[in-house]
């Protein structure tokens, strides 16, 4: 059964830093694609980072290019979202993503299993 099991968010003042972890268990695949997805009250959902493990490379979204870093633990198919700088505007639930293929990386509806959401609160 495959399962993502998602940590490390909380709350923060603008300006802090917060990691996700997100572990992928239960895949018969040693590569995968695991993606960082987030949903503010009336938003849709929209994707913020993306990798595929195994060192095949990484996407972020422009919004959080140069604060946020998305990157692979020394475990196969962990995945970690190093957030810096944290703005107001990057107050959300954010979900763990994974998928064996993916024609969009950023694109939610490629992805099959999801966490279950933690969430990111940012106070100014």
């Known amino acids: 059964q495959a399962q993502l099991v998602e940590s490390g968010g909380g709350s923060v003042q603008a300006g802090g830093s917060l990691r996700l972890s997100c572990a992928a268990s239960?895949?018969?695949?040693?590569?995968?694609?695991m993606g960082w997805f987030r949903q503010a009250p009336g938003k849709e959902r929209e994707g913020v980072a993306a990798i595929r493990t195994g060192g095949g490379g990484t996407v972020i979204t422009d919004s959080v290019k140069g604060r946020f870093t998305i990157s692979q633990a020394h475990a196969e198919n962990t995945v970690y979202l190093q957030m810096n700088s944290l703005k107001p505007e990057d107050t959300a639930m954010y979900y763990c993503a994974a998928a064996p293929y993916v024609g969009s990386w950023l694109d939610a509806r490629w992805y099959n299993d999801w966490g279950q959401g933690t969430q990111v609160t940012v106070s100014s």
């Open positions: 239960g895949y018969p695949y040693s590569k995968l694609y």
